[in-house]
């Protein structure tokens, strides 16, 4: 009997002091104590269990795949002769996308599920944070607008998902108005839309739909997206497990033409040049070893992107200086990034995105201002570094980039790092492939064939692939083509002054060249010039560039030192550069 009053007076005074310690746990919590894990109410969620379970609809997933119909499965569609004749370019024309065929496929068409195969089994926090997303747009197309909306409620598990803010940039589309809310009110009961009065651009957008948000993670998509399976949880559990984290999707491609549904590529770490153009750094081999886990990432994409509601605001949310677009997504990472935040992509989480082939509207700014937004970023949080942008671009110094102020004060305030830490500890091989200062280039000039020395390399432009030939030789003419290149320290050919390479992508024999936007790879844009046989090699299999001089073809085949139509003469060659060849880039710089 006194054992067991033992055992029940121990059993009370553990309680007591468990139910004591939680409570002055939570209060500090209510109190901002710094010292408490996470200080948010996200973390606090977590905290109370860290079960994990499988947030699959597995049934939603069953009935998708039985389904059939154009574009279903994410498979191409295509139009007949005579809806092609009725409706397909006065819409492709004010969309830049085949927007016939978007209106042949179903709002809840089903897309195929291209997860790596360790995600489909993957399991998260039970508890995970509440959702806005929010979607600017300006005079989308109707059908990919409402396939938008549609795929992230089907796709997202509805305790989850607590609003969709649709931000509607000031369009002029007689739908994006009465007809929408009309829709959205007898359609759906979490999806509502801001009519902006005066058009100001995407980043005031999303700084609209942020505010009007009440959920407690933000989640920023683009008006022509499809959420793929379980899109969400992936997104959400690094911000429950850390509210200071950023977390990205993989972006599929949704072709512009067929609407086909493929990947865009299994990840790469996102970057940037000193000319500020987006670019994107391979995975580390710790990434490449965790295919289905998220990896840090130095820069986002921008469009794309969940991050707590406190967070975004802590760190200022989107610079209110920033006009229409541009730089947006430099101002937003490096500001995560040195202010204490991480920022990761998510394989397991993916959303296929139209990449329209041309703007079919024109900017609402004036001037350069994607220049000046350029100016404020750098300005604010690039340091020393911001010379290497100004080395490229002079005239940005020129531009004023307004008050820079408030966004100083948040820098001093969150006491956050400078932009040197950033690039050695964050973004540390950027200047390996991006160097602030560029080595110079291995040649540059005309390529003169010397079996036929009156043919040059000739680019003729028009269209995503177009193929090199020969041309006679134009220098000092006008000419609708160009013959005037660059062997640069990147190790590929490029038409000077533009970002398009030679690419060999056919390992047969025979391929021919085409022209594909420069991506800095080592392999089917990887060029080589042996000065002492005048022999262009291309990748590592060893081929050479050879021609028809009668019908002024290029294409690639065996190498062969004896045969003139594979010799060329390059106009101008850094003999010092090229004897150096191995060691060219190989430096890590910074």
């Not at 801001?194 to 008006?223: C, M, N, Q, W």
């Not at 999707?249 to 770490?269: H, L, S």
């Not at 790092?417 to 973004?427: D, G, H, L, S, T």
């Not at 594979?566 to 430096?587: F, I, P, S, Y």
Request: glycine share 6%.
């Amino acid at each position: 009997m006194r054992r067991n009053l033992k055992t029940l007076v121990k059993l009370c005074l553990i309680s007591a002091v468990t139910g004591f310690l939680t409570v002055l746990f939570y209060h500090s919590m209510d109190k901002g104590d710094v010292n408490a894990p996470q200080n948010h109410p996200i973390a606090a969620k977590s905290i109370l269990t860290n079960e994990k379970i499988d947030w699959h609809d597995i049934n939603f997933i069953r009935r998708e795949a039985k389904r059939k119909g154009p574009g279903e499965q994410g498979k191409p569609a295509h139009l007949s002769a005579l809806e092609t004749e009725r409706n397909y370019e006065k819409l492709f024309r004010v969309n830049g996308f085949n927007a016939a065929v978007s209106d042949k496929i179903a709002l809840d068409r089903s897309i195929p599920d291209i997860r790596h195969k360790q995600c489909k089994k993957k399991k998260y926090l039970k508890h995970l944070p509440s959702v806005s997303v929010i979607v600017p747009f300006h005079n989308e197309h109707w059908t990919t607008l409402l396939r938008t909306v549609t795929s992230v409620i089907n796709r997202s598990p509805p305790e989850l998902l607590k609003e969709i803010i649709l931000v509607d940039d000031f369009s002029t589309k007689d739908f994006s108005k009465k007809p929408l809310d009309d829709y959205l009110a007898a359609n759906f009961t979490k999806v509502s839309v801001i009519h902006l009065p005066e058009r100001s651009g995407l980043i005031r957008a999303r700084i609209a739909g942020a505010k009007a948000a009440t959920a407690e993670v933000l989640l920023f998509l683009d008006s022509h997206t499809e959420a793929n399976v379980n899109w969400l949880p992936p997104l959400l559990e690094p911000i429950a497990q850390d509210y200071r984290v950023c977390v990205c999707p993989f972006i599929d491609v949704i072709d512009f033409e067929t609407f086909e549904y493929r990947a865009q590529d299994e990840g790469a770490r996102g970057a940037f040049d000193w000319e500020f153009f987006y670019k994107r750094l391979p995975l580390l081999p710790e990434d490449l070893a965790h295919p289905a886990e998220p990896f840090k990432s130095p820069v986002m994409a921008g469009g794309l992107f969940a991050i707590s509601t406190r967070f975004f605001w802590e760190i200022g949310g989107y610079d209110e200086g920033l006009d229409i677009w541009g730089g947006e997504q430099y101002e937003l990472s490096f500001k995560i990034w040195q202010c204490g935040g991480e920022m990761y992509d998510a394989p397991c989480s993916r959303v296929g995105h139209i990449y329209r082939k041309y703007a079919p509207f024109p900017n609402p700014g004036k001037g350069d201002f994607v220049g000046r937004n350029y100016r404020r970023v750098a300005e604010v949080w690039m340091d020393e570094y911001a010379q290497y942008l100004y080395m490229r671009r002079p005239h940005y110094k020129m531009i004023d980039p307004g008050d820079l102020s408030k966004q100083r004060a948040i820098r001093e305030k969150l006491h956050c790092k400078p932009f040197k830490w950033f690039m050695e500890n964050v973004a540390f091989d950027l200047p390996l492939k991006y160097p602030p200062i560029e080595p110079g280039n291995f040649g540059w000039g005309e390529i003169r064939n010397l079996a036929a020395p009156e043919l040059c390399v000739d680019a003729k432009f028009g269209g995503k692939f177009s193929v090199v030939g020969l041309a006679e030789c134009t220098k000092g003419t006008d000419s609708k083509s160009d013959q005037n290149f660059t062997l640069t320290w990147h190790k590929d050919i490029r038409v000077k002054g533009k970002s398009l390479c030679f690419d060999v992508s056919d390992a047969n024999d025979k391929a021919s060249v085409t022209l594909y936007p420069c991506h800095g790879s080592q392999g089917n844009q990887y060029w080589k010039y042996e000065v002492e046989n005048q022999q262009f090699l291309h990748g590592g299999n060893s081929r050479c560039l050879d021609c028809d001089p009668g019908k002024k073809t290029l294409y690639m085949t065996k190498c062969d030192p004896d045969s003139k139509t594979q010799k060329w003469r390059l106009e101008n060659v850094n003999l010092t550069m090229l004897a150096d060849w191995d060691n060219v880039g190989a430096q890590k710089m910074r």
